[in-house]
Every structure is written in structure tokens, then in C-alpha cells.
């Protein structure tokens, strides 16, 4: 078998792979296979017998075979790369909540939502990914409908993580963390940003950032890995890393996380609970995204070697066992994408819902039947998951999603906002007894 062969089927076998693995923008194996073809004819010029004429047109015909082969694979898997198919405008009414329960729209024009920060006043601040912008949201007039949304800053790098502490808005981009000071008396004109921190990778795969105060005063930042499943020398990818909020004494609080983009604190231990994405293209039902507890600092929940606390990984874990690893308190749905996660502390739901968990589902993108789209509520039994259930759901119509649920916040009257990246607004979800 020829070299080029012999390399196009390995590759070819992988190409799936590769093309999901970098979000669709490297798409160059494939061109380079495609590129590649007309070089195996070029011993014809050489030598023209009957034998090496058919050697030859073999090869031709089998190399265009492997990249037909792998272009049909790269269409579907660009097919299956995609999320649920947008379905147009917002369809409020699809919304199934628990009796009692109403969902409304808390703001509009906040293209592309992700993380929430409310800050002491009831500004509502608010990170994008590709969108690049920083929002803030001003409820004025307090009637639970927003009034204004200040775009506070544009060309970003992919500013998803935010969060408030005396006065300032913390900013997440790929490779830093901003502060802008006294933000809050400045929507109208925000102040050049201090940078807090240069010291995260620029990769942008998995790149972009949920942060959060913990209650040791520490700014959590996550780095998530670099690829779909992979090992990495630079120990700071697939963490989470916490720094002093001047960001000083960075150090990696957890390994093996490969990417977390939403946690929180519970009140009764102070302990750290986070969401987990699994990896991808294991097929449908495999991994689960998962749900962890981090008692402690140095613990390490398994990526890339251990999947789901049981399930070792095809390449890397023959290298090191399960049973090594720190496992989640839950398995999730795969693929659901599990992002946002707050414990619920209001005063405004049924008592049977104090210090549960809400965690916003995104929605699946590589999954045959799309799964997500929706709102989930883990309820607790001591330190322990007891039970996992829809707490919102319609955003997703058959297999076409109108929206999809980022992050969810506890406002202080006991309210859930809800932000959604797909139709680019923030919902509020509310109980009233009757
Ligand atoms: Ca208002």
C-alpha cells in the first residue's frame, strides 16, 4: 500500500473526528487529501508500461474513493455538528414550568446572553461568547421588565464570564481578566478596563469563561481543555484556577475538569458544586455531562483518562484507573451541554425547593435526537443528588430549538432569570400560590 494510503485512511477514519473537534473552522485535512490526489499520477509521466499504468490507476481510483469516502463523512459530520435547527421567534407560551410557575421575558436585544452578575443596585451584567459585547441590564422603575440594556463594551475576546464585587465588574475574556471599576454610576461612559490578570493560554477551544467570587474572597477561573479529549503538558488546562481578586497567587484549585462553565457555592459546607461537559463522539448516550462536588483544593475529577467517574477513556485510559479519580456526585444527560448552575436560596418558591440545584441545559450538538434545550432541578438528600428533573422546558420543538437556556441567577425576591444565547434575551421565571 502506497504511503499516501496508508496516511489517508488513518486520517480518514479520524476526519469526523477532527472536523467536530475544532468547531468546524479547520476543516484543512480534508484539503489536503483532496490536494494530494494529483500527485499519484504524476509516475505516469515517468514510465508508461501496462504495469505500472494499472499500479498506478489503482491508486488514483483508490485514493479518490478514500476522499469521496471522507467528504461524505465530513458532510455529516458537519450536519451532525450543528445544534437544533433555529426555529424563528420567541414562543413563550411552548414553556412548560411546574403548576404555579409562569415564565416571562425580563429583557430583549441582549444578542447572544450568556453568564449573569447582578451587583448590589440590581444591575444586571452579562457576557457573550462570539458576540464580543458586555451588557448591562437596568431594571429602573423595578416592575420586573428591563428598561434599558447598555452595551458596555464591543470587539471583546469572547467575554463570557462575569461577576460583581465591591463596586467592579470582573470580565473573563480567553486570555485575561478585566476590571472595570465603579461601573455602575458609568453604564453611560465605562471606564477604560484594568487588566487583573494576563496569565490564562489564548486557545480559544473550550476557551471562553464562567467566573465567580467564592467565599474565600478568591476569583474561580476555569481552563478548560484545549480539544475535544486530550493530555496536555501545561497543567492549567482542564482546571479550575482561583486567584486573590488583584490577581495575585494564581494556582489551580481542581484537575481534570475538562470544561466547566458554570458553579457555585453551597451555603450549608461552602463547598464548591460544578457542572461538567463531557467529551464528545462516544456516541449518543456516552459520556454523561456530569455534576461535581469539590470538598477541597487538589482534587482531580478525571479528564482526559476517566469519563463520568466509570468510564475510561478509548485513548488515554489505559494510563491511568477510575477508581484514582474523584467521581461526580451525578451523571446528566450526554451531551446536554450542562452550563449554568445555581443553588436556589430564594424566599419566593415552594419551600420544597429551597437548596435545590437549577442548571441551565444548552442543548445537545452532536447528538442523532437532540437533548437539552431546557431547565433541569436537582434536588438533595443531605450532601447528595436525590433526584434529577425538568424543571422548564419547550425551547426545543420536536428537533428545532427557538432558544437555548445559558445561565441562571437567583434575583433577591426569589426569581429565576434565565439567559438565552439562541434568542438573545433574559427570561424570568416566577411562583405565585393561588
Ligand atoms: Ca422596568
Known sequence: MSRFGVWSRRRCVDCRKIVCDVDLRNLHPVYEMIAAVPQTQRPLAYNSSPERKYIVMRRILRNLVTVHACLLILLVAVGACRSAAPLGGLQLEKIELPPGFSIELYAEGVESARSMALSPNGVLFVGTRREGKLYAVVDSNRDNRADKVWV???GLNMPNGVAFRDGSLYVAEVHRILRYDNIETRLQSPPEPVVVSAQFPSETHHGWKYIAFGPDGRLYVPVGAPCNVCEKSDKRFATIMRMRPDGRDLEIFAHGVRNTVGFDWRKETGEL?????GRDWMGDDLPPDTLHRAG???LHFGFPYCHGGDIPDPKFGA???????????????????ALGMKFYHGEMFPPQFKGSIFIAEHGSWNRTTPIGYRITRIVLKGDRPFRYEVFAQGWLQK????GRPVDVLVMPDGALLVSDDRAGVIYRISYKRY
Not at 458544586?273 to 461537559?277: A, G, I, Q, Y
Not at 428537533?399 to 427557538?402: C, S
Open 273 to 277: 458544586w460544578f457542572t461538567n461537559n
Open 319 to 337: 494510563k491511568r484507573r477510575c477508581d484514582e479519580f474523584t467521581p461526580p456526585v451525578l451523571k446528566l444527560g450526554a451531551h446536554v451541554a
Open 399 to 402: 428537533d428545532r430549538a427557538w
Open 296 to 298: 477541597s483544593g487538589g
Open 152 to 154: 458596555l463594551a464591543d
